[in-house]
């Protein structure tokens, strides 16, 4: 059981240019979320999905998009990056019959 | 969702009881207590949560006062390892069940 997995764990890339984080789960979860943190700060929500097909906006979406296929994939894709999506990601599961979210690793992005 | 309100930072002594504040006067009725913590750059880690009674698990108890507006965390023999910062997060246990951050408290635990 590996729980929430993200990949890439580094990952630099020039302004302009397009990459597409990765986050599966194993844990059958219907909901998962991505979330990013800058420096010292705390975690704020880019986008959610209640199940496969759903997808919705949270709190910093603009610049990001999301598709959940399957119940076990929720991809994070960046167009056109830009020096202000530098961050750390975080991708996370909760599931009904679990106590709180499962987080990943994290995919630490630097835009130069 | 409520909001908290954390101490941004806090001390404790290795071998010490670490007691951890937070404050939600605006907590509804069917709002739960949610605690995580972030050591270092990991992801954040479910501690334990609550809704008007006492909790305990194997990580830490969670203490809500009877009004429910505000709880303690309570590490009770912290370590070097519990160095972290903490989230207390109020909401509801249904739905799309989305947390939003704050700040946290740094806990530092000292030897």
């Known amino acids: 059981n590996a729980g929430v997995t993200q990949t890439p764990k580094f990952r630099i890339l020039k302004i302009g240019q397009s990459m597409t984080l990765q986050c599966t789960q194993d844990?059958?979860?219907?909901?998962m979320y991505w979330y990013r943190q800058d420096p010292g700060m705390g975690l704020k929500l880019i986008y959610y999905?209640?199940?496969?097909?759903?997808?919705d906006k949270g709190e910093v979406p603009n610049g990001y998009n999301v598709s959940r296929s399957t119940t076990e994939d929720f991809p994070l894709r960046l167009e056109l990056a830009a020096p202000s999506q530098t961050s750390v990601y975080f991708c996370?599961?909760?599931?009904?019959?679990?106590?709180?979210?499962?987080f990943g690793s994290g995919t630490r992005l630097t835009v130069v | 969702d409520a909001k908290t309100t954390q101490p941004p930072s806090m001390d404790c002594a290795e071998g010490r009881a670490a007691n951890l504040p937070c404050n939600h006067s605006?907590?509804?009725?069917?709002?739960?207590v949610y605690w995580y913590r972030q050591i270092h750059s990991q992801g954040p880690q479910y501690i334990i949560h609550?809704?008007?009674n006492n909790e305990t698990n194997e990580m830490a108890s969670l203490i809500i006062t009877e009004d429910r507006k505000s709880s303690t965390l309570i590490l009770p023999h912290a370590t070097l390892r519990d160095t972290a910062v903490y989230y207390c997060?109020?909401?509801?246990?249904?739905?799309?069940?989305?947390?939003?951050f704050g700040q946290g408290t740094r806990l530092t635990i000292n030897p």
């Open positions: 996370a599961s909760w599931g009904d019959r679990s106590y709180g979210y499962t």
């Open positions: 605006t907590i509804s009725g069917n709002e739960y």
């Open positions: 999905s209640v199940g496969a097909g759903i997808t």
């Open positions: 997060i109020v909401r509801v246990a249904s739905g799309a069940q989305k947390l939003v």
């Open positions: 609550g809704l008007k």
């Open positions: 844990m059958n979860h219907n909901y």
